[in-house]
């Protein structure tokens, strides 16, 4: 059962991975498909130490993993369920724009799509 406490501290290990910027790049990186440190590095023009810190905090944080493959380790999100949440986070937080049209073509968010008040 998860108590306050614990949900504090799920949210406290989220708003760190996230609240760098470099963190975020690797993330959304990792969204879109595993990743070796160098590749990272390369795709994202930092240093290998750079991506290989940023990494060993999002291990930490328990959001990503590291799956040895022979001399090379790649890192993904580390649930499947966890990167629909991410994905889903990013979308909805764009879809606050309210210049921007709903992402969800199944929403049910009242207000939202139907054209009532505060529609967008």
């Known amino acids: 059962?998860?108590?306050?406490?614990?949900?504090?501290?799920?949210m406290n290990r989220l708003g760190r991975a996230m609240?760098?910027?470099?963190?975020?790049?690797?993330?959304?990186?990792?969204l879109e498909a595993p990743g070796y440190p160098a590749q990272l590095a390369r795709d994202l023009d930092l240093t290998r130490t750079n991506v290989s810190n940023h990494l060993a905090c999002l291990r930490g944080c328990g959001i990503v993993v590291a799956e040895p493959e022979g001399r090379q380790t790649r890192y993904e999100i580390s649930d499947p369920h966890l990167?629909?949440?991410l994905m889903a986070l990013v979308e909805v937080t764009l879809a606050v724009d309210e210049e921007a049209p709903c992402v969800d073509p199944q929403c049910r968010v009242p207000?939202?799509?139907?054209?009532?008040?505060?529609a967008r």
């Open 1 to 10: 059962m998860l108590t306050i406490a614990s949900r504090v501290d799920v």
């Open 19 to 30: 609240a760098d910027p470099t963190r975020s790049r690797i993330l959304l990186s990792l």
């Open 83 to 85: 990167a629909a949440a």
């Open 111 to 118: 207000g939202c799509c139907d054209g009532g008040e505060g």
